[in-house]
Each structure stands twice: as C-alpha cells, then as structure tokens.
Nanobody, 119 residues
Framework: QRRLVESGGGLVPPGGSLILSCAAS????????MRWYRQAPENQRENQRE???????????NYLDSVKGRFIISRDNAKNMVYLQMNSLKPEDTAVYYC?????????WGQGTQVTVSS
C-alpha cells in the first residue's frame, strides 16, 4: 500500500524552528520527486494547497519564494524519509503541512501535520 505519514508539527513562537518528517512506503522512494505542500486555515479546498518545496530524485530542490532561505527540504533514500527543516518561522507559515508524491497513476498525500506559529 502506497503511504505517506507526516510527523513533527506543533506550536512554535515566531522566529522558532521545526523539523517535519515524512515516512514513505509502498513505492520505489528513490525514483520519485517528493514535495511538501501546506494549507492555511482560510483555504479549505484541496486545490488551495500551496507547494512549499520539492526535492527531485537527483536531489535538486525548489522552494516557494516566501520560504527561500528559511526552509530546507532533504531526503534519505536509505530510510525512505523526506524532511522539511523550517527556520525563522512566521505567523503566516501557520498551516497544515502535507507530504506528496506523484506516482504514474495516482497522487499520494499524507494525512498532514499542523504547524502553528504564534506567541
């Protein structure tokens, strides 16, 4: 069964840091690009999820402009894990963060992990 499970969310003050993790199973992890999306509280429809970061199978990365220089995406193919290191967090980073992979015949989403940035 193709599955993604996120962890690591929580409540953090502005300027703080968090590391999100995503455990993948059921597919050849190293062959696919992995992505982190987020969905802010005011955007409840699935098509309103925002692409935050991508890491390709060759480890090339891309970021949403608003997180460049603050967030780092990485992967560990030996452990089938993808990570999102989030630094200098801002209140506008508050969202549910989702791990995502686009397989040949379906797109797989995790259940999401809540990140709240507030003092």
């Amino acid at each position: 069964q193709r599955r993604l499970v996120e962890s690591g969310g929580g409540l953090v003050p502005p300027g703080g840091s968090l590391i999100l993790s995503c455990a993948a199973s059921g597919f050849t992890f190293s062959a696919y690009a992995m992505r982190w999306y987020r969905q802010a509280p005011e955007n409840q429809r699935e098509n309103q999820r925002e692409l935050v970061a991508t890491i390709e199978s060759d480890n090339n990365t891309n970021y949403l402009d608003s997180v460049k220089g603050r967030f780092i995406i990485s992967r560990d193919n030996a452990k089938n894990m993808v990570y999102l290191q989030m630094n200098s967090l801002k209140p506008e980073d508050t969202a549910v963060y989702y791990c995502n992979v686009r397989l040949p015949f379906r797109t797989v989403w995790g259940q999401g992990t809540q990140v709240t940035v507030s003092s």
